[in-house]
């Protein structure tokens, strides 16, 4: 048995791709020790190892673009080789924030308001008019993110109106598209799912409380920055909650084997929706694993199960 | 942004798609293998036994005289006591550091300021206090003002730092008034200057600048290396250190590592005096002339208005400025989305200076290549601008981080 573990890749979250990459490469092979457990990078070569030396199954742990918004997996259906993880069609609605978030909507699933906008409406109507509006209609404060990528790269807070224009041109930075979004408080947490034994099961919602007031790309990859609680500091009602919408929202997206869905619970117990992560992270710090480790399932155990279950389906 | 944001962007400069002019490292590829390759295999054949054993704390003796006709090169006469080699001229600084600051001493540097220095001042817990450059170097008015403010504070300075030939990051050069300027107040004031000069040999005209330490050989401590002018793998540099000083210094050195490796000395030493060293290290300059002015026609040809840069005249490094209000940290993510990398100005800076600045490197891309990454970091510089004219806003405010440059092995 040959398995391929994709990672790395040209996005900004490379780093992050490669450490989760690594992480289960090693988990695989702790669990299965007769498979032939291979890293590679997306790169020229990539093709051509294929070809040459075809694996059984992908692993695909691109984190943003890419990894994400489907492209590779449609190049993986082309190969006709079975891998991990949603089809090309359902990462590319689950990547893409605003999609996702208006799918949710339509479903009934609760998700802050937002307005997101290219660089050029901007540019076009004059900054200053737009985000006026824009605070007209949702208010302060907002977060301000790329509509695509992860890892809050580009994220943050505004809580006053002159602070809005920095956080643009930082959104911007990462991405054509930016999303404001109301800021909902609560508690931040976030569901992991999984697929085993033909079921979708939902583990315990992660609690994420940051030094900081944003859970930040220093803070999710820095050990100790941040501090986890597992299961969240939810009422039954309010975590059963986080865990259906998770699971509505998997199933809405048509997502497969694996997601992992980020929420807010606010005060009234109502779960928001806030994006969901067809290849979520697995790095040491990474909400899925601790997810995994507090329902005292083995990450091996969990990969290898999605592994056999992908070549049960081909491709 | 914080520090490992970016830290993560360098992980995608390591990419072969990407134009790397972020990184430090020389081109080794233009050191003929062979002439290594006979030089090692001789010296295991003739010494093993002594070049695989533990040497002198102080480094070996042999070598310690062949640097004499290195430093020569830029006008240093010195005795081989006054040398102790160290493990590449960084650990040199560290030891010098160690012995000279305490917790909260002073140590003045310049703007900017090599950024593998500042982490060396910080892990001791020095003030490091920024003085001020011109396209001459370090500053003479700033200097004294600089000495003045901080004594005035009731504040103890040990060190003045400072890169006089060809400036990782600045690409600036003293001039010889310049540097008697700089010896003269450092005298003056009655603090030791460190002069580090990894760069000196690697000027693009005429001779080698005359180092700061062959005019006073109590009053300056002279860090050298080959690390660009044989190999930086081989880790083998040196101080040039007044007697009190240099005691110390191997006492320090025996402690962090009992002594520098003996191996990689003899390494050196043998292939010092067997090999045409002087030719090779002219055969690196013309490798980084060419390099140069590749990157120089480029910026001239391709950068907007408002752009400005230095312009080297030895060594790696251009300093560039971008149009009143980018901010070269909050453009770095664009930058390698369009597959060009730098190293944001703010990491050579302790204070949060620098927003406005980028160190580029031609050092190790092919000149075709640094043409391609000019062009394309126009072109992100272009719509940069055009970004901050819509918001009217140079982007989050990039905190103070030397940590934010990438780790020595990019290219």
């Known amino acids: 048995m040959h398995v391929l573990v994709l990672a790395g890749g ?65 190049v993986l259906d082309a190969f006709g080789i079975p891998f991990v993880g949603s089809t090309a069609a359902a990462s590319r609605l689950a990547f893409d924030k605003p999609v996702s978030k208006e799918l949710a909507r339509t479903g009934g699933i609760h998700t802050p308001d937002s307005v997101s906008m290219p660089q050029s409406t901007f540019r076009e109507l004059g900054a200053g008019a737009v985000l006026a509006a824009v605070v007209g209609k949702l208010g302060l404060p907002l977060v301000v993110k790329p509509t695509r990528g992860g890892s809050a790269l580009g994220a943050s807070i505004v809580r006053t109106e002159a602070d809005l224009p ?114 979520p992270g697995m790095t040491e710090t990474s909400l899925f694993p601790q997810a995994l480790l507090a329902a005292e399932l083995s990450p091996g155990e969990i990969a290898a199960g999605l592994v056999e279950a992908a070549i049960a389906r081909g491709a | 942004m914080r520090a490992s944001e970016i830290r993560a962007l360098f992980a995608v400069a390591s ?51 062949q640097i004499l006709d290195v430093i020569g090169e830029v006008g240093i006469s010195a005795h081989p006591d006054d040398i102790v080699v160290t493990t590449g001229s960084q650990m040199a600084l560290d030891l010098v550091t160690r012995v000279f600051c305490n917790p909260g001493d002073v140590v003045l540097v310049e703007s900017p300021s090599y950024v593998g220095a500042l982490g060396v001042f910080r892990a001791y817990e020095c003030d490091v206090v920024h003085v001020a450059m011109d396209d001459q170097g370090l500053e003479p008015t700033a200097l004294r003002e600089a000495i003045a403010a901080v004594r005035a504070s009731g504040r103890s300075i040990k060190l003045i730092y400072t890169i006089p030939s060809f400036h990782n990051p600045a690409g600036v050069t003293q001039g010889p008034e310049r540097r008697r300027e700089i010896l003269a107040i450092a005298r003056e004031a009655g603090i030791a200057l460190l002069e580090d000069d990894p760069y000196g040999l690697l000027g693009f005209e005429g001779e080698p600048p005359r180092a700061i330490r062959a005019d ?157 990454g000019v062009r394309r970091l126009a072109g992100v510089i272009e719509s940069e601008i055009e970004l901050v004219h819509t918001f009217g806003s140079a982007g989050p405010a990039s905190p103070p981080s030397g940590s934010a440059v990438p780790a020595p092995d990019l290219a």
């Open chain 2, 216 to 372: 006073d050989a109590d009053g300056v401590i002279y860090l050298g290396s080959f690390s660009k002018t044989i190999a930086s793998g081989l880790r083998v540099g040196w101080a040039v250190a007044p007697h009190g000083v240099r005691d110390k210094l191997v006492l320090a050195a025996e402690a962090a590592v009992l002594c520098p490796s003996n191996y990689a000395q003899l390494t050196v030493s043998e292939y010092l005096a067997t090999q045409p060293w002087r030719e090779q290290i002219k055969s690196f300059r013309e490798v980084y002339r060419e390099r140069r002015d590749a990157m120089l026609d480029a910026l001239d040809t391709l950068m907007p208005a408002g752009t400005t840069w230095t312009v080297p005249a030895g060594g790696f490094y251009s300093w560039l400025t971008l149009p009143e209000g980018l901010d070269a940290t909050a453009m770095a993510p664009r930058a390698i989305a369009n597959l060009v990398a730098y190293v944001p100005g703010t990491g050579f800076y302790v204070d949060g200076q620098g927003r406005r600045n980028m160190r580029l490197s031609y050092c190790y891309p092919e000149p075709d290549r640094i043409r391609e």
């Open chain 1, 166 to 279: 920095a956080a643009m041109v930082g959104a911007f930075a990462y991405g054509d598209v930016v999303m404001l979004e109301r800021l909902v408080t609560g508690t931040e947490v976030s569901v992991s799912v999984f697929e085993g034994d033909g079921e979708l099961l939902a583990l315990s919602a992660v609690e994420i409380v940051p030094e900081g007031e944003l859970y930040d790309y220093a803070a999710r990859y820095t050990a100790g920055t941040t501090e986890f609680f597992c299961p969240a500091r939810l009422s039954d009602d309010a975590a059963l909650a986080a865990q259906a919408t998770a699971l509505n929202m998997h199933a809405l997206l048509g997502l497969r084997d694996l997601s992992r869905t980020d929420l807010i619970v606010d005060a009234d117990g109502v779960a928001w929706f806030l994006e969901v992560n067809v290849a």
């Open chain 2, 15 to 65: 990419r072969p798609e990407v134009v790397s002019l972020a990184g430090g490292m020389p081109y080794v590829q233009a050191l003929p293998v062979e002439m290594l390759t006979d030089t090692v295999e001789r010296l295991l054949r003739e010494r093993g036994p002594v070049a695989l054993q533990y040497g002198s704390g102080q480094g070996d003796v042999t070598l310690r005289e």
């Open chain 1, 10 to 74: 040209l996005s900004a979250e490379r780093d992050v791709s490669l450490r989760s990459g690594r992480r289960v490469a090693e988990a695989l092979r702790g669990s299965r020790p007769g498979w032939e457990v291979t890293e590679h990078d997306v790169d020229g070569s990539l093709l051509d190892r294929l070809r040459n030396h075809r694996p059984d199954c992908i692993v695909p742990l691109l984190h943003g673009a890419a990894g994400e918004d489907g492209a590779l997996r449609d």
